[in-house]
C-alpha cells in the first residue's frame, strides 16, 4: 500500500537529484579552473539557498517523522536508521562546508579560489553520498515502512511532517 508519508519523501528525493545535477554541473564547469565563473555564482547560491530550506527540511522529516514511526521494528542505534542517521549528519556537515565556500564568494572579491575549493571539496562528496543515501532509502527503507507501517501511522507522520513545517521560521513555510 502506498504511504502518502513515503511519496511525499521520493517526490522531494526528486528536487533534490534536480538540484545535484546542477550543482555537479556547476562543479564541472570550474574543475580545473581556480576560480569560480561570475556566471556560477549566482547558481551556486541558489542551489546552498535549496539545501538549507529543501535537504534539511527532508531530513528533519525522516528524523522527527518517518523514522520513529519504524522504531517499532526497527532500532534507532543500530542497522538501517542508525546507517541513515549517521549518514544524516555527514550530508549535513558537508551541505555546511559547501554553503560556507559558497558565502565565502561574496566575501573575497579579489579570488574565489579558496571558496572554489570550498565548494568542490564539499561538493563532490555531497553529491556521491546524497545519490548513493537516497537510493538506500527507495531500495530498502522506504518498501520496509510501505510493507509495514499502517494507514493510522501514515497519518502521524503526515501530521509530524506539518507540524514540522509549521515551527519553520517565518518567511520560509510559503517555500515548501
Known amino acids: 500500500m502506498p504511504l502518502r508519508s513515503i511519496e511525499n519523501l521520493l517526490a522531494e528525493h526528486r528536487e533534490v537529484e534536480k538540484v545535484l545535477a546542477d550543482l555537479e554541473g556547476l562543479l564541472?564547469?570550474?574543475l580545473t579552473n581556480a576560480e569560480v565563473p561570475d556566471s556560477s555564482k549566482q547558481a551556486l547560491r541558489d542551489i546552498a539557498d535549496f539545501l538549507a530550506r529543501g535537504l534539511i527540511l527532508h531530513i528533519k522529516k525522516e528524523d522527527d517523522g518517518l523514522f520513529p514511526a519504524l522504531e517499532k521494528?526497527?532500532?534507532?542505534?543500530?542497522?538501517?536508521?542508525?546507517?541513515m542517521l549517521e549518514e544524516h549528519r555527514e550530508i549535513t556537515q558537508l551541505y555546511l562546508g559547501l554553503r560556507d565556500g559558497v558565502a565565502g564568494l561574496d566575501q573575497?572579491?579579489?579570488t574565489s579560489a579558496p571558496s572554489?575549493?570550498?565548494i568542490r571539496d564539499n561538493g563532490?562528496?555531497?553529491?556521491?553520498l546524497l545519490r548513493a543515501h537516497l537510493s538506500k532509502e527507495e531500495r530498502i527503507l522506504f518498501p520496509f515502512a510501505e510493507g509495514h507501517?499502517?494507514?493510522?501511522?501514515?497519518?502521524?507522520?503526515?501530521?509530524?511532517?506539518?507540524e514540522i513545517?509549521?515551527?519553520l521560521p517565518a518567511g520560509e513555510q510559503t517555500r515548501q
Open 73 to 83: 521494528f526497527l532500532p534507532r542505534g543500530a542497522g538501517p536508521l542508525a546507517v
Open 116 to 118: 572554489a575549493v570550498r
Open 149 to 162: 507501517l499502517s494507514e493510522e501511522d501514515d497519518r502521524r507522520i503526515l501530521e509530524k511532517y506539518d
Open 124 to 128: 563532490r562528496p555531497l553529491i556521491h
Open 108 to 110: 573575497s572579491r579579489a
Open 28 to 30: 564541472d564547469d570550474f
Open 165 to 167: 513545517v509549521a515551527h
